[in-house]
């Protein structure tokens, strides 16, 4: 599965994995997606953010998975998200909420 790194500092991190699928009614552009934004913690990355379109709880269609457990009270959250379709839209998505709720970790050395 190709995979993508952008280094958006050198404490956050944005993933893109991505493969090109049969066209189906889950996958309607032929593309499975996951993007996911990690930030540095006590010198190792953790995965705070993940966007993908896989099938979920029997829902298609693409959803967050909200991983940062401290700003989610020890609990991952999930929403769906039926407007984003490509990675693209998701990488967007994913570098936004790294910004607003982790900008601090930008300036950290």
């Known amino acids: 599965m190709p995979e993508k790194t952008d280094m958006l500092s050198v404490n956050m991190v944005i993933k ?34 993940r966007i993908d379109n896989a099938a979920h709880r029997g829902k298609t269609g693409s ?3 909200y991983l940062d457990k401290p700003l989610r009270k020890g ?6 998200v039926k407007e984003i379709v490509h990675y693209s839209q998701a990488w967007v998505v994913v570098f936004d909420y790294l910004i607003k709720n982790y900008a601090y970790t930008l300036e950290e050395r």
Do not use: Q, T
């Open 16 to 49: 893109i994995r991505w493969e090109y699928v049969k066209k189906s009614f889950e996958f309607p552009l032929g593309i499975y997606f996951a993007v996911m934004g990690f930030i540095r913690k006590n010198n190792c990355f953790e995965e705070v953010i």
């Open 63 to 65: 959803h967050i998975h």
């Open 75 to 80: 609990k991952e959250v999930i929403g769906d």
